[in-house]
């Protein structure tokens, strides 16, 4: 029987990243994914005739350009493209917009609070202090705090450095600020709740906190530290959808070498002598390897897919604690054409931004209330994008598909199972309240996707539909991710590791936990190191 | 009335640019003001973001002004033999309906200004260039007599059309068939329906993309215009200026005026003007057709080997490498070239450039020593480059007929 060097659990963007690095390495490199489709939660799929849906994440700023260059994904199909502004909505039906000039932008912030116009300066420069030092760690591998190994000691010192660089003062104003809400860290810049709503909302995306929970500032940071072309901040779309990231990756991982088989989902990772050996398919076949890399989350990787007797005392139970909520849905929709929104001037280039539906502080913070109860909110925070407006190919000419993220959607209901019925009188509630924004809005809906946690669950294996895989919160940061001892992307089993957004630097579509982890395991098998360093426009 | 009776008391009148024939229209687009200027004429450099209308340019379709590019009429018996005894290239093979990519040379082989030309029938050439060139034009008809030059710079307006939904475009507007047009080909159709209104479509451009070339009547410039963002507003259609143009001829390798070279008509210092051999225009060069002008001192030239070669580079990091310096080693000894064009490019991920490179060093490491500045502070570093034999950027759609869906 054919021992592969490596096997790799996932076709979703890190899965295949990691596989392409090793596959670069010269090794015999087999990705399995359960889907008949490869991407994960980076993947394109024609859901209505002509339309093709980002089905779950559907902008991407995080995506490490050094690894785009690296593996040549321009070659293998990928074109990111910047997206411009975005319009947020208020509960009274204000209207702000984004604009891509600094000069509108000043103006337009004026308008609202000549004060917050100001601060906005302010605000935008500490978040990039705080960003270009999280920016820096993204492509390097966590050090170990207890560790006494050179290369520990060595990594700890660079961390220290770079935190001491930003002086004593914003030293403090950051440790705060890892512990602080979003609400109270916008509270020292701004007074108008519009702006604080649009300022705060990515603070919640994804995360099952309020913008009033402590460490829903970090997530603002998470979402704000990416950039394209050395835009930061700026976020974009990629050409096609998300699954030409993915399908670039598998182009270059195929390049190297390397196999991918679909429909091939694994039952468990198999053990032998405290070694992980290979995996058992769900069809009952045996797969065997050197190393088995999990691109699977955490809790689902050890809780789902080993032998609770394999892993060493506590790894089971950390797993089973790992915090992966689910928090979030998502509604595609094809509409027949682009939709209209009050107090929007109809601006070629502000349809081509996005939409926040944010509301109030308020609003958002109820909407959090209902999933603390299990419920989901009849006036959700929405955030849309219309990649349609930009990009050609996803949809017939003058037809368009919105992504919608619904933030929250509960995993588990009050009032029992989610079922299709409840699935679609959550997918109501959004398009209820775009409508109000938006009259005739309903009339353009060609057909809809409406994605709670459930079928993110069920479909990408995501646990709880969680797009971090697994919150982004201190405690599950850095050399805390997964679990205090295990940042290092070597698991408690020999020849085992895992690559995916459940390791350092977590979710995101962004490469660097798959690029990490290669890194590690040619380490450990004492071949030539093939990812590239970070490159950054702040140095 | 308002507006010509402003004019009239102008007393800066004669300071002010000339507006294209599109400019009712660019300038209502140009949202930042963004103007510079072209042959006299008022000029977008952006209209709204360059990145964004680059983008436009590699991801929908954009229109760029050339009505101030220069354009000239060739016709009689003998336009042929004297464009030819003109260019480095034979155009006695080219057929009509065709265009073909050419450059001229002083007598001592430097170049003077690269070019189009267009067969427009037997007797019949539109020659367009960037810079003015009827003097040239005049003095290189020396001894034709059959012949007949009219600069009709002014007269015939024309736009650029680029990017990989154009071909759908052009469909949309109901120019059947343009999808079969191919690469450097010429096709004609009455616009709005009547054949008192030709409109001349080009497959040609200047980015390396899918793209046309549209020539029409000044007068039905503005009509023309209307029914292009009428049939593209569906395809994402935007105007794009001067800095987008660049970024998107960088990365297709072309050369460009004023950047990686000098115009031999315009140079005071000896040698400071170049041969087609030094900006790797070798393959332009036809020693095999009959008498053309240069063709003595060009052969002396490619025999003797250029000092310098222009390069495609690619360079490590993600600063541009502008105005910066060549050096064999990265202790920066020894010089060894220059860079006349540098950028990041957003399709590629690559730090690119072209350059002017000693012909010896190029087959040796190269480093480059470029200049940044960090929140106004500056900084310099040294860093590898790697030298390109293709185009940064040659998507397959900008050769396959009919084009690929985009």
Redesign the interface.
């Known amino acids: 029987m054919k021992k592969y060097d490596a096997i790799i659990i996932g076709a979703g963007h890190n899965g295949l990243t990691n596989a392409a690095y090793l596959a670069k390495s010269g090794l015999d490199v087999l990705i399995l994914e359960k889907n008949d489709y490869i991407g994960g939660a980076a993947v394109t799929r024609e859901m209505h005739d002509g339309w093709f849906y980002s089905s779950c994440s559907y902008v991407c700023s995080m995506m490490r350009?050094a690894i785009?260059?690296d593996l040549n994904?321009?070659k293998h199909g990928l074109?990111?493209?910047?997206y411009?502004g975005t319009v947020v909505f208020a509960d009274n039906g204000d209207t702000m917009t984004s604009y891509?000039?600094e000069e509108a932008e000043y103006n337009q912030l004026r308008q609202r609070s000549p004060h917050d116009a100001d601060a906005m300066f302010r605000f935008q420069t500490d978040l990039g202090r705080y960003a270009q030092l999280i920016r820096k760690t993204l492509l390097r591998t966590p050090p170990d705090p207890t560790s006494f190994r050179p290369r520990d000691i060595k990594e700890l010192l660079w961390l220290a450095k770079q935190f001491w660089s930003l002086g004593e003062k914003e030293l403090y104003e950051y440790i705060r600020f890892f512990t602080m809400s979003a609400a109270d860290f916008l509270d020292d810049y701004f007074e108008d709740d519009l702006i604080k709503a649009a300022m705060a909302s990515p603070g919640v995306i994804g995360t099952a906190l309020g913008v009033y929970s402590p460490g829903s500032a970090y997530i603002l940071l998470h979402h704000v530290m990416g950039d394209?072309?050395?835009n930061i901040g700026a976020w974009g779309l990629a050409?096609g959808g998300m699954g030409a990231i993915s399908n670039a990756l598998a182009g270059a991982l195929r390049e190297h070498g390397g196999e991918i088989r679909t429909s091939s989902g694994v039952d468990k990772i198999l053990v032998k002598n405290g070694k992980a050996t290979g995996v058992v398919l769900e069809n009952g076949d045996e797969l065997y390897s050197e190393i088995v890399v999990s691109n699977m989350d955490a809790k689902r990787t050890f809780t789902k897919c080993m032998d609770k007797n394999d892993l060493p005392p506590g790894i089971y139970e950390k797993a089973k604690n790992f915090k992966i909520r689910g928090s979030s849905g998502k509604v595609n929709i094809a509409l027949s054409g682009l939709p209209k929104f009050h107090n929007v001037a109809d601006n070629r280039?502000i349809n081509r931004g996005g939409q926040g539906f944010v509301g109030s502080m308020e609003t958002m913070e109820r909407a959090y209330d209902c999933w603390k109860h299990g419920q989901w909110s009849d006036d959700p925070f929405i955030e849309s994008v219309i990649p349609s407006a930009?990009?050609?190919?996803v949809a017939p000419?003058?037809k368009h598909w919105m992504s919608n993220f619904i933030q929250y959607c509960p995993p588990q209901l009050a009032d029992g199972p989610w079922t299709p019925e409840k699935r679609d009188a959550f997918g109501q509630t959004v398009i209820n309240k775009i409508e109000r924004y938006s009259p005739g809005f309903k009339d353009l809906i060609v057909h809809m996707e409406v994605r709670t946690p459930h079928e993110i669950e069920a479909e990408i294996g995501l646990t709880e539909g969680n797009i971090f895989q697994g919150e982004l919160t201190i405690d599950q940061l850095l050399f805390n991710r997964p679990f205090p001892g295990y940042a290092q992307y070597r698991m408690p089993i020999k020849n085992m590791y895992m690559c995916g957004s459940s390791t350092h630097p977590g979710g995101g579509v962004s490469s660097a936990c798959g690029a990490n982890a290669a890194r590690e395991i040619l380490i450990d098998l004492k071949r030539p190191n093939t990812v590239p360093e970070d490159?950054?426009?702040?140095? | 009335m308002m507006n010509s009776e402003t004019e009239l008391n102008d007393s800066f009148a004669g300071e002010r640019l000339k507006k294209s024939y599109f400019h009712p229209r660019q300038s209502v687009l140009n949202?930042?003001d963004a103007w510079s200027s072209w042959n006299g004429y008022k000029f977008a450099d952006y209209y709204?973001?360059a990145?964004?209308e680059y983008?436009c340019i590699?991801?929908?379709c954009a229109t760029y002004d050339i009505c101030p590019m220069q354009k000239y009429i060739i016709s009689g018996a003998d336009a042929e033999a004297m464009l030819d005894r003109m260019v480095t290239r034979d155009i006695t093979k080219l057929k009509t309906d065709r265009v073909t990519y050419v450059c001229w040379c002083t007598d001592e082989g430097r170049l003077i200004d690269d070019g189009t030309i267009f067969k427009l029938g037997d007797e019949k050439f539109l020659l367009t260039c960037g810079s003015p060139s009827l003097a040239w034009l005049k003095k290189s008809s020396f001894g034709f007599d059959q012949l007949l030059i009219q600069d009709a710079s002014d007269t015939i307006a024309a736009l650029s059309f680029q990017g990989?939904?154009t071909c759908?475009v052009l469909k949309?507007m109901g120019l059947d068939g343009i999808e079969n047009l191919k690469p450097f080909c010429v096709a004609h159709f009455s616009f709005s329906g009547s054949t008192d209104t030709p409109l001349m479509i080009s497959r040609t451009g200047f980015t390396g993309d899918l793209g046309y070339e549209l020539w029409i009547d000044p007068d039905l410039a503005l009509p023309l215009w209307d029914a292009l963002y009428a049939a593209g507003e569906?395809?994402?259609i935007q105007p794009y200026g001067e800095a987008a143009t660049n970024m998107a001829r960088l990365e297709a390798g072309f050369i460009m005026p004023g950047m990686e070279f000098n115009e031999a008509l315009k140079t005071i210092h000896y040698q400071y003007d170049q041969t087609p051999f030094e900006l790797s225009l070798d393959w332009l060069v036809d020693f095999k057709k009959a008498h053309f002008n240069g063709k003595r001192a060009l052969l002396d030239l490619k025999n003797m080997g250029s000092e310098y070669t222009l390069a495609k580079l690619d360079i490590e990091?993600?600063k541009p490498a502008e105005e910066s310096f060549l050096y064999a080693d990265k202790a920066c000894t020894k010089e060894v070239g220059y860079v006349t064009s540098a950028m990041?490019s957003?399709?590629?991920?690559?730090n690119i450039a072209l350059a002017m490179v000693k012909t010896k060093a190029l087959e040796n490491s190269l480093w480059v020593e470029i200049y940044y500045s960090?929140e106004l502070r500056h900084?310099s570093?040294v860093v590898k480059c790697v030298v390109k034999n293709k185009p940064f950027w040659a998507p397959e759609r900008a050769k396959s007929t009919p084009p690929k869906p985009?």
């Not at chain 2, 957003?346 to 690559?350: G, I, R």
Request: overall charge negative; hydrophobic content about 25%; aromatic content about 18%.
């Open positions: 350009q785009h260059r994904l321009t074109v990111l493209v910047p411009l891509h000039s394209v072309d050395g050409r280039y930009w990009d050609p190919t000419p003058g490159d950054f426009y702040d140095e | 949202l930042r709204y973001d990145e964004y983008f590699r991801n929908s990989p939904t759908e949309k569906d395809y994402g990091g993600n990041w957003p399709v590629v991920k690559a960090k900084h570093k985009f």
